[in-house]
């Protein structure tokens, strides 16, 4: 990069990619839409970070045709992101000289791309996935470095964590299956809010996949939350403490993604923010299912460990069941539609053998409450009468 023309942009693209026609003509394009972007990425077929592609080929001439199909003309093609995977990256020869280079501890490689990303948002600028450029990605120099890159990644993102205060994994991902949950047509100009919303990854899809929408988080982690809002509304505040600060805002959708489980009041929460919701909004929230197979095994062995991430992380403050689930939001005068279960079957031999004997039991729940380790729903407030009638009963 230093060797580079000093007047020229700078295009970062790992040696295991492959460009089709215009998958660079779309970067440019993207990266001077407007002078508040720094960098432009895209979208490919191995990566991370929610820039890879749903169609799957066998061949990479069935790539090259989709790259024909995909790298055209759009409407409202690019992504907010808060950075973008450095197997291929357009940084603007400007922003690079304000914010500077790659930082040489991730040497050789892995989260300098993240690094970069946040300093840019620092500096007020905007991070863009084309939609509309697809470049082909091996991964792992094409299988030969896996091992090498495994250890530097372990490696790099505690030196990331170090650096900025934070796990930037933990709160950059896409809840693709959340914003699955949004029924309403794709030019709704609708109100979104997204309480815990990490760095607004998700609301940045939304931005994407409904361009009229306004979007709207509340991240309780301040330097997450600080990064986070360098190119969206995001704001930092704990629900269960601080005051409400979209009180003038009536919201088609409030998002709770494992949210419920860390507040130690969730149905007074659901309650409050239920004011904020539209008579025909609703809440789109997704669960962890302590009833699953990985917890129930140990615990029939005296195990109850806690974790860094899943069912039991270890900032859970409370636990649901399927049936809890549905008592709360009865509770609170809402119905539960579209409720999906998201699980494996991957469990070994004793593991199976246990949760058979465990569904002999008299009064037992099904088999699919061991499986479901998440569950996602749509919920929507009852009328008056129809609550009434679900008391009674």
Known sequence: MEAADPEADILLLNSDTILFP????????????????????????????????DERFDTIQEYEQYALRNNVLRDDPYERKIYLVGFAVLIRREVLDEVGGLDVRYSPG?????????????????????????????????????????????????????????????????????VEL???????????????????????????????SHVYGIELVPDVARIGGCGLNIVQGDIEKDEFPYKDVKFDYIILADVLEHLHEPEQIILQLKRYLKEEGAFLCSIPNLM???????????????????ILDRTHIRFFTLESILRLFSRCGFHIENLQSLGSDKW????????????????????????????LFRARAINNRDHAERQRQ
């Open 22 to 53: 215009n998958s660079l003509f779309w970067l440019r394009m993207g990266l001077y839409e407007r002078d508040d972007i720094g960098a432009t990425g895209a979208v490919t077929n191995y990566a991370s970070n929610g820039q890879t592609i």
């Open 182 to 212: 949004l029924d309403c047509p794709e030019d709704a100009s609708i109100h979104v809010l997204e309480v815990g919303c990490g760095l607004g990854a998700t609301l940045g899809r939304i931005q994407f996949q409904f361009p009229r």
């Open 348 to 375: 070994d031999e004793m593991e199976w053998r246990c949760l058979e004997n465990i569904l002999q039991i008299p009064g037992c729940a099904e088999k699919e409450q061991f499986l479901a380790w998440q569950y």
């Open 292 to 310: 699953n197979l990985s917890v129930i095994y140990p615990l029939l062995q005296g195990k109850f460990e806690y974790a860094e991430a899943g």
């Open 110 to 178: 892995q989260f300098e791309d993240c690094d970069l990303g946040v300093r840019l948002c620092q500096k007020g600028y905007q991070n863009i996935l084309c939609h509309n450029s697809f470049i082909y990605h091996f991964g792992n120099g094409a299988g030969q470095n896996s091992l090498i890159w495994q250890e530097q990644y372990r490696r790099n993102k505690e030196i990331f964590k170090d650096k900025w205060g934070f796990d930037i994994t933990y709160y950059s991902q896409v809840r693709t299956e959340i």
